[in-house]
């Protein structure tokens, strides 16, 4: 895979799951774990109970207006932009204005559990905010081990839509 086409996938991944405006804060610190749905596979999930674990997916991948700003520098100063001054015009209003939409559709058939989701999730979120004009190419291309049984698992829910308008259940 050329260095264009990783550096490309991770700006499209990571921009997808920006939701500017947030404080930066994950809840319960990040932590996962004592949900009642934590046992559950996505796909025995009820409709209601879908749309509660996206809405848990959403805050938890949602980044601050400086990390997403950050997270977009990162990507371009690998194919050689001032990360620094593509930040800073980010952060003047010129940044990233995407948000996160969890597609329920993708739980289908997904074995995965709420708690494997949610520490990928965390792991994830937790990377992209880890992200800085120092990172490198394997840094924005590296894949948390949390999530490699939502890969083994469900390898669509990590999938990106190429389509950027509906999507969301």
């Known amino acids: 895979m050329t260095r264009m086409m990783i550096v490309s996938g991770f700006l499209m991944a990571g921009l ?19 949900g009642e749905l934590d046992g559950k596979q996505l796909q025995e999930l009820t409709a209601s109970e879908a749309q509660s674990v996206c809405a848990d997916v959403d805050t938890t991948l949602a980044l601050s207006d400086e990390d997403s700003c950050e997270v977009l520098a990162a990507g371009l100063a690998i194919l050689g932009g001032d990360c620094e001054a593509t930040k800073q015009m980010c952060l003047s209003g010129e940044g990233p204005t995407s948000s996160s939409e969890c597609d329920t559709s993708k739980f289908a058939g997904c074995s995965v559990t709420v708690a494997e989701l949610n520490r990928c999730t965390s792991a994830s979120a937790a990377q992209l905010r880890s992200l800085t004009c120092a990172s490198t190419l394997e840094d924005l291309a590296a894949e948390p081990e949390e999530c ?8 669509e829910l990590l999938e990106v839509d190429d389509e950027t308008e509906g999507g969301g259940a």
Do not use: R
Request: hydrophobic share 20%; net charge negative.
């Open 148 to 155: 490699q049984v939502v890969k083994d698992k469900c390898p």
């Open 16 to 34: 997808a799951l920006v939701a500017c405006g947030d404080d930066g804060n994950e809840p319960n610190g990040g932590e996962t774990g004592g």
